[in-house]
């Protein structure tokens, strides 16, 4: 009888057991959902909070003239979070400036601010206008075929933006869109220009305007336009290799300009708030600055690719 009671009891221990292990298990998996649903909740408020201040921003003239921008260059970052990051540099470099060379520099880090914003603006700009560019033969290949094909130019066009990759399949498909809703060819192909435009897209386009008001052999126009823009591809390729060391050249004179201000600092600090507040000082440094500002334009101008 002792025995069975012990059995009973060892058995009645282990259910008790499972079910006590299955309760901690539910409750522990309960609040692991909790805190899900809390953090979601969470990350909704902030996503929204975001998405609110985005909306303010491009109401304003600045906004909206970041957001277009923005959709020239193809970028799908909020403006607010570009405009933050352009405020953090401006920011950043004041507080660099004001602490370990002169407080009159300080405001150099506005200036920071507002060429960092341009710099990126312009950088992503010209990569979609060069991976455009490097597109057009191919885009005129493919409006060379439809048309062979008896197509319309229209609907020519909306088979390239299917076929092409990105940024050519964005821009033709507004194209298109554009003509759908009632647009001209001259007007979607003249916003096609001023958002991508460079020499060899306007040869591109500026074709296909003057075939569609006045006939023409566009299938043979468009094929050698195709050979001449890989021609010219490859051209702009060599060139660029061979320019490249100069335009490293030029973002060198820059940090040169700014790491002789710090050796100075460097060497004897203070030298460099001496020279704010004296002026002489101030006369080398504004002329130092103009000559430093113009080699980097000069180097510029000289290795810029049309």
Known sequence: MTVFAIIVGAVLAAVLL????????????????????????????????????????????????????????????????????????????????????????????????????????????????????????????????????????????????????????????????????????????????????TRESNVLISTLIVSARSGGSLVSALRDIAEALDQRKETRREVQTVLAQSVATSNMIVIVAFGILFLLNTIEAGTVQKMTTDLVGQVVLLTAGVLFAGGVVIIRQITKVD
Do not use: C
């Open 18 to 197: 499972v079910y006590g292990i299955r309760d901690l298990a539910e409750l522990a998996a309960e609040r692991r959902r909790a805190v899900l649903r809390a953090e979601s909740t969470r990350l909704n408020d902030d996503a929204s909070l975001l998405e609110d201040m985005d909306q303010r921003l491009v109401r304003t003239r600045v906004g909206r003239w970041l957001k277009s921008e923005l959709d020239v260059a193809g970028v799908t970052v909020r403006p607010l979070l570009v405009l933050g990051g352009s405020v953090g540099v401006g920011v950043t470099v004041t507080y660099v400036l004001w602490n370990f060379l002169a407080p009159t520099l300080a405001v150099l880090g506005v200036l920071a601010g507002y060429l960092a914003l341009r710099w990126y603006l312009q950088r992503e700009q010209h990569r979609r206008r060069e991976k455009f560019t490097a597109q057009l033969p191919e885009l005129a290949r493919v409006l060379a075929n439809a048309s062979y094909a008896g197509l319309s130019l229209p609907t020519a066009v909306a088979i390239a933006g299917d076929e092409l990759n990105e940024p050519a399949r964005t821009e033709l498909e507004r194209v298109s869109n554009a003509l759908k809703f009632g647009s001209s060819l001259d007007s979607a192909l003249a916003e096609l220009k001023d958002r991508v435009g």
